[in-house]
Nanobody
Framework: QLHLVESGGGLVQPGGSLRLSCVAS????????IGWFRQAPGKEREGVSC????????YYADSIKGRFFISRDNAKKTTYLQINSVKPEDTAVYFC??????????????????????????WGKGILVNVSS
């Protein structure tokens, strides 16, 4: 059974940094694209960054480009989201999700398309990132 668990969230001051981790179990991470999504209070879930089968298949939302960095370690079955220079508007519950890479048309589509978002093969339960002084 596919399973994803996020960790690394918490309270962080504006301008600070943190690294989120998404650990996979029950499947071989190599064959899956992983996306990081976030949902702020009262807002829809949005794609933040997605990574495909190789490091060249990466998408970043414009709102976080240059501050967030996604990476993956297939041997550790873990995907990371490094968040730098955090802003209050980054406050949200962050989720990771998995989609079989062979079923992804483009990495951008995986992150921005509602159709993909509604058909992920696995979602984590989410973790809160709270940016506050």
């Amino acid at each position: 059974q596919l399973h994803l668990v996020e960790s690394g969230g918490g309270l962080v001051q504006p301008g600070g940094s943190l690294r989120l981790s998404c650990v996979a179990s029950g499947f071989t991470l190599d064959y899956y694209a992983i996306g990081w999504f976030r949902q702020a209070p009262g807002k829809e879930r949005e794609g933040v960054s997605c990574i495909g089968g190789t490091e060249s298949d990466i998408y970043y939302a414009d709102s976080i480009k240059g501050r967030f960095f996604i990476s993956r370690d297939n041997a550790k079955k873990t995907t990371y989201l490094q968040i730098n220079s955090v802003k209050p508007e980054d406050t949200a519950v962050y989720f990771c999700a998995a989609k079989r890479w062979a079923h992804v048309s483009t990495i951008e589509a995986m992150c921005v398309s509602g159709l993909y978002r509604n058909n992920m093969e696995c979602w984590g339960k989410g973790i809160l990132v709270n940016v506050s002084s």
